[in-house]
């Protein structure tokens, strides 16, 4: 066979390929009648109401030089860690804003961190394609600077997302530039399980965030720029689970469900999405209309306790509270009183549901809380 003759096999194969894609959205469309806010609507459901002193911020954590990238809460106890372009992890105390570490990165550049389970470390991620593991109790070196503890080697392209396996501090899934994500044993710094790369079932560009179920914790969800997000199974690495449609541009961020059965995405498309694990349908998307022609890409998100809110972070600085059910906007943080100057890269929320911390490039964190006799949601 020649050359001209493969070529043209090939242009053919990827036009049928390119018309059975068409096809299966078009079949999705069909079978979406309906999605969860046409059907609360029906049964008379009202939005959650939201007043101007619901939801406040109460601390700003100072601090930063540089962009703030990434945050996580402690599981247990009132402590954050947030990354930033200054190189810098700063763990803070979240009820006095005390800083109580400041660890020197050994790459500046770093895109992600994580707190263990049990609080005891930290993990981070970023350009040098490696994560880096710190103890919060180990001694500092002469500098006073915290050495690191175990560096988790394998990716061969940037650290974008890692998180602990829940209840776990010897297990964290890391998502990467390479297409990969990889199950790590800390313990022996070995790579345990790949998922993805030179499997046909896994992503078909970078994977930029995870998100590990709480309810379930062999189960995650990974977000990445060939718009799609896919499940796994940790233990079945060569085969995604489930392959999920929808978006058309990079999935940012990804975040399961409280009770594990659906998660939401963020895209540079400017919506965010619910999709349930089980069946693999969408089941609501949450866009805001905006008067100008260009749309914010969704940075970041976080679920309440409960589910009922969706809180998230926009690439213009406003920060959203979605009602889940009624898909409506109750409340924009961004246009409130010490609301960030820029956008806003990440937010997170404790472990009880009673407070949200904002990361934004305008280098600072701002903690927010339900005020007055406001029950958390």
Known sequence: MSVSELKE???????????????????RRLLLDTDIAGYAREQGRNPVSFGPTDLVCCRILQGHTGKVYSLDWTPEKNKIVSASQDGRLIVWNALTSQKTHAIKLPCAWVMTCAFSPAGQSVACGGLDSVCSIFNLNSPTDKDGNLTVSRMLSGHKGYVSSCQYVPDEDTHLITS???????????????????????????????????????????????????????????????????????????????KFFPDGNRFGTGSDDGTCRLFDVRTGHQLQVFYQQHGDDEIPHVTSI??????????????????????????????????????HEARISCLG???????????SWDTNLKIWAFGGHRKII
């Open 176 to 254: 990467s530039g390479d297409k990969t994500c990889v199950l790590w044993d800390i313990t022996t710094g070995l790579r345990t399980s790949v998922f993805g790369g030179e499997f046909q079932s896994g992503h078909t560009a970078d994977v930029l965030s995870v998100s590990i179920s709480r309810s379930n914790s062999r189960m995650f969800v990974s977000g990445s720029c060939d718009s799609t997000a896919r499940l796994w199974d940790t233990r079945v690495a060569s085969r995604a689970v489930r392959t999920f449609h929808g978006h058309e541009g990079d999935v940012n961020t990804v």
């Open 9 to 27: 096999r090939h242009v053919a194969a990827i036009e049928t390929v390119n018309s059975l894609r068409e096809q299966l959205k078009q079949k």
């Open 349 to 359: 929320l404790s472990a009880d549901g009673s407070a949200l911390c904002t990361g």
């Open 302 to 339: 976080a679920f309440s306790i409960s589910g009922r809110l969706l809180f998230v972070g926009y690439s213009n600085g406003d920060c959203y509270v979605w009602d889940t059910l009624l898909a409506e906007v109750v409340l924009n943080l961004g246009s409130m009183q010490n609301s």
